[in-house]
C-alpha cells in the first residue's frame, strides 16, 4: 500500500508506493528525501538527469515472466564508456527489481541472498566463477560508475557523485547477475536476472515523442574542433565519433563536442562506404562506424578492418575485412568457458591463436567511448565456418561470435556498384572447398568397396567353386618319372580351375612342372611352380621366408575327361617329399577384390591430399600450425 508524506522543501506530496523505497526524489523541487518511519529528512537538491532520450519514463508498466510491473525510480551513472539507466522496478507481488538500460540491451534483476562468502570488489578478476541462486557464473565486466542523478523512489540513499563499484557475470545459458559493491565493498549486493527483448515486454505509458530502441536518423551537424570538416551524429546513443578527414575522436555525449584524441595515423577511407544500408541475412542493417585494428606478430604489423553496423532494434552487430575475407559478428550475451579448446553450442572450436591487437584509427559513429591505442587481449577459437573471439582487458571480457560470409554477398547486401576485392590466401574460419568433395569421393568409396565386398561374397556362395578330388604325392631325387593323376570329368566350360599342393617343406625347394591335358581332344596347358620354404634362428631372433604351399589357376577349359602329368626337380641329397595335391573349381579370388579396392583407393586419397593442403594453409598462420613428415625432414636438413 502506497505511503504519502509531504516534503519538507516545498510541500509537495511525495508517493512511496514500495515498503522497500527509503529515498525519494521530490518531482517539485529535486529535494533528496530520505525516510525514517514516518518522517523525512531533506538531503539535499539532487542534480538534473542529463537527456538521453530513453523511451521509458517513471509510471512505464510492463509484464515480465508474467508479473506486471511498473517503473518507480530511476538512477543514472556515468563510466568510462558513457551513460546508463537503472530504472527501479516495484512488482504486483510486492517485490522489486531493476531494470538496466546500457548500449541498446535492457537487463531485469532481482536481489537475492547468498549465503556464501563473496570476494571483495579488490579481490575479483575477470573470469573467476561464482556459485549464485544454484548457477555457475563467470565474472565479465569490473568498472566504478559515479552516480549522475535520480529520480522518483529508490532503496537506498544516493546522490550526484555517489560511486557504485559493481561487477557483471554472466553464465552460460545467458543468465545475468551483478554484484553491488556501493553500501559495503567487502560485502555486496547480489542481483540475478535475465537479458531481455525490449519489445517483449509489452510495454505501456512509454514516454511520448520518444523512440522505441531502432535505427533513428535525427542528423545532429557540427565542425571537428580539430580540422574543421563537417560532420554529423545520424543516430541517438553516439558517445564517439571519429573524423573521417584528420581522424580525431570526438566526445558526442554533451552538446558540446570534445576532443578525445589526435591520430598520427594515415587515414584511409572505408571500402564500405559509412551510411550504406542494406540487408544482411535478412536483417536491415546501416553502417554507422569503421575502425582499423592491427595486431603484431615477429616486427610485422597486421591490420583488418571492423564495421560498426546498427541492425533491428537498435541491436549492434560487426562486419569483419582482411584481404578480402568477410565475417559478420554478434556479441555473445552470455558466458563462455574456455579451457583448451572450446565447446558453445553443441560445437567444439579449436584454439587458433593468441595476440593483442590494438585501435589504430576511427572514422564515423559509435554508441561507447573509443579509446585510440586501446589494447585487448584476443583469443581465436575456430569451428568453420564460425570463429569465437574472446576479447579481454584486466576489468572487461566480451566474447563475440564471427560467421564467413563470401564478398559476393556483402556486395550485394549493400547493393555495391563494384565487385569487392577477391579474397587472400586463407582465413581462419573460411569454408574448406575441398571438403564437401572429399566426403562425398569417401562415400563413393566405401559404396564401391561394400559392393564389390557383396558381389564377391554372393559369387563365393552360388558360383562354380568346390573340390573335384584330393590326391597324395610323393616326390623322391631319385624318381624322375611324372606323376599322373586320377582322369576328372569337366561336364560343362569352366572359367577356372585351380590346382593346389599343400607340403610340409622345410629348409629345401621343390620345382613343379604341370601339364593339364584334355584327353578327348588332346589339347594341353602347361605351368611351372617352386616351392621353398627356409627357416632358422639369427642372433636370437627367428625368421623364415617362402612358403610350403603353391597354386596355380588354368582358364578358359572346355569340357572333357582331364588328366594332370607332373614332372618335379628338386636337390639330389634331398629326402622324400610328401604333398597332397588338391583339384577344384576355382571361384572368386580375395585378389580381386584387393585389385578393385587399389584401383578406387588413389581418388579418396588424392581428394584428401587437397582437402589436407586448404587445412595446413589455414593453420599455417596459427599458434598451431600442422607440420608434415616432409616438413621435419626439410627442417632436419636445414640444421645439417
Known amino acids: 500500500m502506497a505511503k504519502l508524506a509531504f516534503c519538507p522543501s516545498c510541500g509537495a506530496m511525495v508517493e512511496f508506493k514500495s515498503v522497500a523505497s527509503i529515498l525519494a526524489v521530490c518531482d517539485y523541487c529535486q ?29 512505464a508498466e510492463g509484464r ?19 551513460l546508463w539507466n537503472e530504472w527501479h522496478l516495484f512488482f504486483d507481488d510486492g517485490k522489486s527489481g531493476w531494470l538496466s538500460e546500457a548500449g541498446g540491451e535492457f537487463v531485469i534483476s532481482q536481489p537475492v541472498w547468498v549465503q556464501e562468502t563473496l570476494p571483495t570488489f579488490a579481490e575479483l578478476k575477470i573470469g573467476q566463477r561464482y556459485l549464485i541462486a544454484g548457477r555457475m557464473f563467470s565474472v565479465s565486466n569490473i568498472l566504478t560508475a559515479t552516480c549522475v542523478a535520480g529520480e522518483g523512489e529508490l532503496p537506498f540513499k544516493v546522490g550526484a ?61 557540427f565542425s571537428c574542433p580539430n580540422c574543421g570538416a563537417p560532420l554529423q551524429v545520424k543516430h541517438d546513443g553516439i558517445a564517439t565519433v571519429g573524423c573521417g578527414s584528420c581522424g580525431a575522436v570526438l566526445d558526442t555525449s554533451n552538446a558540446t563536442v570534445a576532443l578525445l584524441a589526435r ?109 585510440i591505442e586501446e589494447v585487448v587481449k584476443v583469443d581465436d577459437y575456430v569451428a568453420p565456418p564460425r570463429l569465437l573471439s574472446r576479447e579481454m582487458t584486466d576489468s572487461e571480457e566480451t566474447w563475440t561470435q564471427s560467421e564467413y560470409i563470401e564478398p559476393a554477398e556483402v556486395q550485394a547486401a549493400f547493393s555495391l556498384p563494384k565487385a569487392l576485392p577477391a579474397p587472400v590466401g586463407v582465413f581462419a574460419n573460411q569454408i574448406n572447398p575441398h571438403e564437401q568433395r572429399h566426403r562425398a569421393m569417401c562415400r563413393l568409396f566405401w559404396r564401391l568397396a561394400g559392393a564389390g565386398l557383396a558381389v564377391h561374397l554372393l559369387l563365393m556362395l552360388l558360383g562354380p567353386g ?24 569337366l561336364s560343362d566350360a569352366s572359367n577356372r580351375l585351380e590346382i593346389a599342393h599343400q607340403t610340409g617343406i622345410t629348409n629345401n625347394w621343390l620345382g613343379l612342372n604341370m601339364t593339364l591335358v584334355n584327353q578327348d581332344t588332346g589339347q594341353a596347358w602347361q605351368d611351372s611352380r617352386e616351392i621353398a620354404r627356409y627357416e632358422g634362428v639369427d642372433g636370437g631372433e627367428s625368421w623364415s621366408e617362402g612358403s610350403r604351399d603353391s597354386e596355380v589357376v588354368f582358364s578358359d577349359l572346355p569340357p572333357g575327361n582331364y588328366l594332370l602329368a607332373i614332372d ?11 604333398s ?61
Open 580 to 640: 597332397e595335391l588338391s583339384v577344384a573349381r576355382a571361384g572368386p579370388r580375395w585378389s580381386s577384390l584387393i585389385l578393385l579396392l587399389l584401383a578406387i583407393m588413389p581418388f579418396p586419397l588424392i581428394s584428401r591430399g587437397f582437402y589436407s593442403g586448404f587445412e595446413k594453409k589455414r593453420w599455417a598462420e596459427s599458434d598451431h600450425p600442422i607440420v608434415s613428415e616432409s616438413d621435419d625432414s626439410d627442417d632436419s636438413s636445414d640444421d645439417d
Open 466 to 489: 568346390g573340390t573335384l578330388f584330393k590326391q597324395q604325392l610323393n616326390f623322391d631325387p631319385q624318381d624322375d618319372e611324372p606323376k599322373l593323376t586320377q582322369e576328372f570329368k
Open 161 to 221: 557523485g555517489y560511486a557504485a563499484p559493481v561487477v557483471d557475470l554472466r553464465d552460460e545459458k545467458g543468465a545475468f547477475a551483478t554484484f553491488d559493491y556501493s553500501d559495503d565493498p567487502g560485502r555486496p549486493l547480489v542481483f540475478v536476472g535475465e537479458s531481455v527483448d525490449f519489445k517483449s515486454l509489452g510495454w505501456a505509458n512509454l514516454r511520448e515523442g520518444m523512440p522505441l530502441p531502432e535505427i533513428t536518423v535525427s542528423a545532429k551537424a
Open 64 to 82: 515480465w515472466q508474467g508479473l506486471h510491473f511498473g517503473l518507480i525510480g530511476r538512477i543514472q551513472l556515468r563510466y568510462e564508456q558513457g
Open 31 to 59: 529535494s533528496t528525501l530520505h525516510r525514517h518511519g514516518a518522517e523525512l529528512e531533506d538531503l539535499g537538491k539532487m542534480a538534473a538527469l542529463i537527456e538521453d532520450r530513453s523511451p521509458l519514463q517513471r509510471g
Open 263 to 371: 591520430v598520427s595515423a594515415q587515414i584511409e577511407q572505408p571500402p564500405l562506404p559509412l551510411g550504406t544500408q542494406g540487408t544482411l541475412r535478412g536483417e536491415a542493417v546501416e553502417v554507422a562506424g569503421f575502425m582499423r585494428r592491427c595486431m603484431t606478430a615477429d616486427g610485422v604489423d597486421y591490420c583488418w578492418n571492423e564495421y560498426v553496423c546498427l541492425g533491428p532494434d537498435g541491436k549492434l552487430l560487426w562486419l569483419t575485412e582482411y584481404e578480402g575475407h568477410w565475417n559478420l559478428a554478434r556479441v555473445i550475451n552470455r558466458a563462455v568457458r574456455a579451457v583448451g579448446d572450446v565447446r558453445f553450442d553443441n560445437v567444439d572450436y579449436k584454439h587458433f591463436q593468441s595476440y593483442e591487437a590494438r585501435v589504430n584509427y576511427v572514422i564515423g559513429e559509435f554508441p561507447w567511448r573509443v579509446r
Open 568 to 578: 618335379h626337380d628338386m636337390d639330389a641329397t634331398s629326402t622324400p617329399l610328401h
